[in-house]
């Protein structure tokens, strides 16, 4: 049998010295996986020469090790368009927990003010339901919290739509996120509104609902826009600014007819007249109304306005006698009349307004209310009675 003999050589120069190495026996073989590369030829001498490209065994696996690492390290691109990872939470199921939260708030709120009921306030006292029930908690006629459920409500549907890789609604996703940035926006902005009514006209009052709901809105509002990116923020900046412009005109407009008398009623000449108040006053009633004028408390109201006539019913006949009670119109309506100087004097928003201990108060209030703004228990009244 014919000696064999191999050499390593560079595949990138042909001029290094050969080194040969005799095979003394043919059960020696050559593994395919160590050699892949293999040419043969004859030397002048007879002598089988195999050519074999060698590549370290050690770096070949270092390379695939630093590959794997590096593949594993580097997100891919469907992490970014995504926006979530597996340690963390994405932004769309923030989404469906804030707004479920939110959904279940405004949920509450919407009873409330359907059925007229009193609101749990967590920080006591009655300014809950004196704002929920002021004429800032509707809009164009509609409960405020109705807004707000039907706002959450859609952020919670998009956020699940967006956040499920089976898709219940025929939505795209560039689409769903583009209403979703516009419906966060109008909620920030309306709660940035709310938040300036609060402190300009229900100084000293807390709603603790009202700034629960203004920290939901911002926080759905800052994770949305943190999902979109700067990028996509540049291109969104106009709808964002059109929203923004649209909701601001929408409260405005609304809460500028809530006026003292609105224009449809000083168009219209009003003789003045009294209404009957049909209802029975209660021991407890008759009790609170000497009480409230005894400290001074003072209701405004005028003839034609019907919330006050219902502020009436609620104490009843004989005590909304005892009430201290400022008529605004007392020579009627016509166009061009004014109110009565007592009420410019106290800067009356709406009808009724009752001034408590120094606190302007708009909107009906119910005798547990009214007892606790005047600083004493019911439970107080029922015993001197």
Not at 157 to 174: C, H, N, P, R, S
Not at 266 to 281: D, G, N, R
Request: with cysteine; hydrophobic share 40%.
């Amino acid at each position: 049998m014919t000696p064999t003999s191999f050499f390593c050589v560079s595949s990138s120069s042909s001029s290094l010295p050969l080194r040969r190495t005799p095979i003394l026996s043919s059960p020696y073989t050559l593994s395919a996986p160590s050699l892949p590369r293999i040419k043969k030829g004859f030397s002048r001498n007879g002598h089988l020469l195999v050519k074999v490209n060698c590549v370290s065994e050690r770096s070949k696996q270092a390379a695939e090790t630093e590959s794997e690492t590096s593949s594993s390290d580097t997100p891919s691109s469907s992490d970014f368009v995504d926006g979530s990872s597996d340690t963390g939470i994405s932004a769309y199921k923030w989404c469906v927990g804030l707004g479920g939260i939110g959904f279940l708030e405004t949920a509450y709120l919407t009873y409330l003010k359907l059925t007229n009921s009193d609101a749990f306030c967590p920080s006591g006292g009655a300014s809950c339901t004196t704002i929920l029930t002021s004429d800032y908690s509707s809009v164009f006629g509609v409960p405020l919290p109705l807004f707000g459920m039907l706002a959450y409500g859609l952020v919670t549907v998009l956020g699940l739509q967006l956040g499920a890789k089976e898709k219940t609604f025929d939505i795209g996703k560039t689409d769903g996120e583009i209403i979703l940035i516009g419906i966060t926006t109008s909620m920030a902005v309306a709660s940035a509104y709310f938040l300036y009514i609060l402190n300009t006209e229900f100084v000293g009052e807390l709603c603790i609902y009202c700034l629960a709901s203004a920290i939901l809105s911002f926080s759905l509002f800052f994770i949305t826009l943190k999902r979109s990116g700067s990028h996509d923020l540049q291109k969104l900046l106009g709808l964002q600014l059109s929203v923004a412009s649209l909701v601001v005109f929408a409260l405005t407009a609304s809460y500028n007819s809530v006026q003292p008398i609105s224009s449809s009623v000083a168009a219209t000449e009003i003789p003045y007249f009294e209404t009957e108040i049909t209802s029975k006053s209660s021991p407890l009633a008759i009790s609170l109304a000497k009480h409230l004028r005894s400290i001074g408390a003072k209701l405004y109201g005028a003839f034609w306005c019907s919330h006050c006539q219902d502020q009436k019913e609620i104490f009843g006949r004989e005590a909304a006698k005892l009430l201290d009670y400022v008529e605004c119109f007392p020579d009627g309506v016509s166009k061009g009349t004014k109110m009565a100087q007592a009420c410019v004097d106290v800067n009356l928003e709406g009808f009724p307004t009752w001034i408590i201990n120094g606190q302007v108060l708009s909107g009906e209030k119910q005798l547990s209310e009214l007892a606790a703004l005047s600083g004493i228990k019911l439970d107080d009244l029922t015993r001197s009675n």
